[in-house]
Structures are given as structure tokens and as C-alpha cells.
T-cell receptor, first 118, second 117 residues
């Protein structure tokens, strides 16, 4: 159990267009979803935290008008990169949080989406 | 703010040998959790092992064990009997304890582990 999917796995788009990435928890309801960005050979950088039905909380330095996050249900969160530019090219990873007994809450990661902006 | 430091960008080990990856962290919290994640070439993040700060006993998962030194704020990962499938990036991560379920993970910069056949 605890499977998280992301769609698409890869996307190539032209500069100036918008791209939507979906993150779904397939077999559990996620209390919270997280969006990370990872540059090549670098660590994961948290972009934002979202809870179902409420506005996302963005990390310092992340443009909320650029990276729109919608968490419409307990199993689906979307990240939309608006007016994408080449510098937005990166690997985007989501994780979904679930209550996990003594650990309070555990995050399960999606397989990631590679975005390339031409 | 919490920080996680991994001072070894790259490590290598002979197959079947033992290797230890280092991690230190800084926090003023008393309730927190520590994790080691593996990221193979597929980029899928996989939880390797986790430790609750209030537990003195070091966590163990098969060939993986940790050395948790709370006073020193150190959390190293030992991989015994290394296998080719262990080759990956390993990230140490910290999470503050919470009853609300929305605490974020703070990751270290990672250690790339190579297994030599």
C-alpha cells in the first residue's frame, strides 16, 4: 500500500506555456501533500505544502503565482507551472502524507516529473 | 531553522563490505524524527530507515542500521554486506515532531554511494 503516482513522468514544453503536473495517492487519503524540486545531482528543495481544501503554504523564495498548487481532494494535488521558462526545467517530486501511528505522519513519494522547457 | 549536513558527497565500497554514511543535524527541538532515504537512478525516493528522537535504541532494518547520537546530533547509516542494488544517492532527512501531520522534511545534500563489484 501507500502508492503515490505522478503524471506526466516527462513533459517538454515551449517557453511561455503552462504545464500541469498531477500527484495522486492511489490507496490512501493524504492529509497533506508536498511539492519538491530537484536540480541535477542536488538535494530536494521543498517548494510548498498543501492541505486539502486550503491554500498552499509556500517556502520562502518560491513564487506562488508562478507555481500554482491546487489540492482539491484528499487524493489529488496539482502543480501548475505558469508561463514556463527554461530556468524552470527541473525534476519535480510530490509526496503525500499519511498518519502513521507512532511516527505521527509519514510521507510517501511519487516517482517524479521531469520538466524541460525549450 | 533546522539544518541537515552530509559531509561526504561521494562514497564507494566493495561489494559485501560495510560502509557508513555520515549525517549531522542542528535543531533546538526535542521532539523530532530522522530518516535515511535512498534515491536510485530511477529517481524514486525510497525510505530506508527511520528513528524517533526519544528512542535511545538505534533503529535496524535488515542490513541497514543507524548510529544515533542525540547529544552530538549525529545520525549515521551503516550498510552491511553491501550489494550492487545499494548503489544510489542517500539522503539524510529531519522532521519535527507534530500531531498535525503536516511537518516538512528537511534534507541533507546527499551522498552518492558506488558499489564496486
Amino acid at each position: 500500500g501507500a502508492v503515490v503516482s505522478q503524471h506526466p513522468s516527462r513533459v517538454i514544453c515551449k517557453s511561455g506555456t503552462s504545464v500541469k503536473i498531477e500527484c495522486r495517492s492511489l490507496d490512501f487519503q493524504a492529509t497533506t501533500m508536498f511539492w519538491y524540486r530537484q536540480f541535477p545531482k542536488k538535494s530536494l528543495m521543498l517548494m510548498a505544502t498543501s492541505n486539502e481544501g486550503s491554500k498552499a503554504t509556500y517556502e520562502q523564495g518560491v513564487e506562488k503565482d508562478k507555481f500554482l498548487i491546487n489540492h482539491a481532494s484528499l487524493t489529488l494535488s496539482t502543480l501548475t507551472v505558469t508561463s514556463a521558462h527554461p530556468e524552470d526545467s527541473s525534476f519535480y517530486i510530490c509526496s503525500a502524507g499519511r498518519l502513521a501511528g507512532v511516527f505521527g505522519h509519514e510521507q510517501f513519494f511519487g516517482p517524479g516529473t521531469r520538466l524541460t522547457v525549450l | 531553522a533546522q539544518t541537515v549536513t552530509q559531509s561526504q558527497p561521494e562514497m564507494s565500497v566493495q561489494e559485501a563490505e560495510t560502509v557508513t554514511l555520515s549525517c549531522t543535524y542542528d535543531t533546538s527541538e526535542s521532539d523530532y524524527y530522522l530518516f535515511w532515504y535512498k534515491q536510485p537512478p530511477s529517481r524514486q525516493m525510497i525510505l530506508v530507515i527511520r528513528q524517533e528522537a526519544y528512542k535511545q535504541q538505534n533503529a535496524t532494518e535488515n542490513r541497514f542500521s543507524v548510529n544515533f547520537q542525540k547529544a552530538a546530533k549525529s545520525f549515521s547509516l551503516k550498510i552491511s554486506d553491501s550489494q550492487l542494488g545499494d548503489a544510489a544517492m542517500y539522503f539524510c532527512a529531519y522532521r519535527r515532531g507534530s500531531n498535525f501531520g503536516n511537518e516538512k522534511l528537511t534534507f541533507g545534500t546527499g551522498t552518492r554511494l558506488t558499489i564496486i563489484p
